[in-house]
């Protein structure tokens, strides 16, 4: 049975007395966790020489593969069954993963940098998690916009300028690739912010998350040519 609504959100579907809410929506975001967990297992399995930076990077997949399975189950598809608070689970995930992102891009670069830019950098992505963390914990200022920001401020604060040095310094096209594949992201975001749908059975969440799987698919080519290169640096 499907019980249908004039919100723009997926209709639940009951399979008996099991509530399915929003099932595209659960769906496209698992699709999102299977391709950040591929790339997972095609870095784990690679056993070419490893850069500094390639535990970072394969760490940025594995926390995005959990938190978008949290997302698609345990925000979207079994709501009915979990509290609003579970979302935090996937939230926390994808800011460790951006966190990782941002680490393993300052690892790229750590041997061309002095210390105390290095340690000064390293401490403001500390401090910019701990922000949007108490931000998310607290009940008052909870919401999925802290995610949002917390992902546009690590992206465009630290990623982007540390790969475009990183490109300058190294020549690797994966930093050129990443860079593509934040700009690119902003696709999606437009997507999602002004909530462009079809249809109930395929609305922004939806096609913002297809969209999504191809910055993720793009994110696998780039990360793979940086983790993977003949000269190690120094972790």
């Given at each position: 049975?499907?019980?249908?609504?004039?919100?723009?959100?997926?209709?639940?579907v009951?399979?008996?007395?099991?509530?399915?809410r929003?099932?595209?929506?659960a769906?496209?975001?698992?699709?999102?966790a299977?391709t950040?967990?591929i790339a997972f297992w095609?870095?784990?399995?690679?056993?070419?020489?490893?850069?500094?930076s390639?535990?970072?990077?394969r760490g940025f997949f594995?926390?995005?593969?959990?938190?978008m399975?949290?997302?698609?189950w345990?925000g979207h598809?079994?709501?009915a069954?979990?509290?609003p608070?579970?979302?935090?689970?996937?939230?926390f995930?994808?800011m460790?993963g951006?966190?990782?992102?941002?680490?393993?891009?300052?690892?790229?670069?750590?041997?061309?940098?002095?210390?105390l830019?290095?340690?000064g950098?390293?401490?403001?992505?500390?401090?910019q998690?701990?922000?949007?963390?108490?931000?998310?914990?607290n009940?008052?200022?909870?919401?999925f916009?802290?995610?949002q920001?917390a992902?546009?401020v690590v992206?465009t604060?630290?990623?982007?300028?540390?790969?475009?040095y990183?490109?300058?310094?190294?020549n690797?096209?994966g930093?050129?690739?990443v860079?593509t594949?934040i700009v690119y992201?902003?696709?999606?975001?437009?997507v999602?912010n002004?909530q462009?749908?079809i249809?109930?059975w395929?609305?922004?969440?939806?096609?913002?998350?297809?969209?999504?799987v191809?910055y993720m698919?793009?994110m696998?080519?780039?990360?793979?040519?940086?983790?993977?290169?003949?000269s190690?640096?120094?972790d």
């Amino acid at each position: 049975m499907i019980e249908s609504s004039n919100s723009i959100l997926n209709p639940t579907v009951f399979i008996g007395a099991f509530e399915l809410r929003e099932p595209v929506t659960a769906l496209t975001d698992f699709l999102i966790a299977i391709t950040c967990g591929i790339a997972f297992w095609l870095m784990t399995k690679n056993k070419t020489e490893r850069a500094a930076s390639f535990k970072y990077y394969r760490g940025f997949f594995l926390m995005y593969a959990i938190g978008m399975t949290s997302a698609a189950w345990l925000g979207h598809g079994f709501q009915a069954y979990f509290g609003p608070e579970w979302k935090m689970l996937g939230w926390f995930c994808s800011m460790t993963g951006q966190a990782l992102l941002a680490y393993g891009s300052l690892s790229e670069v750590k041997q061309h940098l002095k210390p105390l830019i290095y340690k000064g950098i390293t401490a403001l992505l500390i401090a910019q998690f701990i922000v949007f963390s108490f931000y998310i914990l607290n009940p008052t200022t909870r919401g999925f916009e802290i995610p949002q920001l917390a992902s546009v401020v690590v992206l465009t604060g630290f990623v982007i300028p540390l790969q475009i040095y990183g490109y300058i310094r190294n020549n690797n096209i994966g930093s050129m690739l990443v860079i593509t594949a934040i700009v690119y992201g902003l696709v999606p975001g437009y997507v999602y912010n002004n909530q462009i749908s079809i249809n109930q059975w395929f609305n922004y969440h939806d096609i913002s998350h297809v969209l999504v799987v191809v910055y993720m698919i793009i994110m696998t080519f780039a990360l793979r040519k940086l983790a993977f290169r003949s000269s190690l640096l120094v972790d």
